[in-house]
């Protein structure tokens, strides 16, 4: 059974600092998805990592993904506070199968000013 | 107009009761999600629909129901609501290469009373 799981799972930073979150997963897969979600709304995919090796950078946000380690980051640079949210990996078990996401339980990150 | 609508987006209900929670996409996707948020749980799977015919359980069926009315509609029942199905509901649509990851809703949230 796959599992996913994010590190940490609260985050308090201040505005203008660095950090990143971590998202491992337990099985064989080349296909993991960023989402953010805003207090009370739905999920906006934020990257979608399609292979090892893979970066995508929007605005302060750069996503990377390693397929042989089994871990993704999502790097954060000079945090501002409208990144406060909560951010989620998913991971896709059997590519070209199934294709059904398992979350991990999110990442809350306040961005303190 | 939303790209996936899930109606209704907050209902409370009696210990008990019958529920549906519908869920309409003018995607064009084949694939249709359902999953349940909890805080500090992430999403989890509730059922899958890979088109009209085909519906699969996902990790947490027991005490839902679903039917797939159309390619655009996805409907989940609760056929006998007990309170700790108070939780926050999700519907998601994909295509079916995943490469796009899921779009979601925006979201239903329950309460079992």
């Known amino acids: 059974e796959l599992k996913v799981e994010q590190n940490p799972l609260f985050l308090s930073m201040q505005e203008g600092k660095n950090y990143t979150i971590y998202c491992n997963y337990s099985?064989?897969?080349?296909?993991l998805y960023w989402y953010r979600q805003d207090p009370g709304k739905s999920l906006e995919s934020l990257f979608v990592?399609?292979?090892?090796?893979a970066v995508k950078q929007e605005g302060r946000l750069m996503a990377s993904l390693d397929t042989k380690a089994r871990l993704s980051t999502l790097h954060i640079t000079a945090a501002v506070h409208d990144l406060s949210a909560t951010y989620f990996c998913?991971?896709?078990?059997?590519?070209?199968?199934?294709?059904?996401?398992?979350f991990g339980s999110g990442t809350r990150l306040l961005v303190r000013p | 107009d939303a790209d996936v609508t899930q109606t209704p987006r907050n209902r409370i209900t009696k210990t008990g009761k019958r529920i549906m929670l519908e869920c309409s996409q003018t995607?064009?996707?084949?694939?249709m999600y359902w999953y349940r948020q909890d805080p500090g749980l992430g999403l989890r799977l509730i059922y899958y629909?890979?088109?009209?015919?085909?519906?699969n359980k996902g990790e947490i069926s027991d005490g839902y129901s679903v039917s797939r009315q159309a390619q655009a509609k996805f409907s989940l029942s609760l056929e006998s609501a007990i309170p700790n199905q108070t939780a926050l509901y999700f519907c998601?649509?994909?295509?079916?290469?995943?490469?796009?990851?899921?779009?979601f809703g925006s979201g239903t949230r329950l309460t079992v009373v």
């Open positions: 998601a649509t994909s295509d079916p290469r995943g490469r796009g990851g899921y779009t």
């Open positions: 099985t064989t897969s080349d296909r």
């Open positions: 990592l399609l292979s090892n090796g």
């Open positions: 998913a991971v896709d078990p059997q590519p070209g199968s199934s294709y059904k996401l398992i």
């Open positions: 995607k064009g996707h084949d694939r």
């Open positions: 629909s890979f088109d009209v015919k085909d519906i």
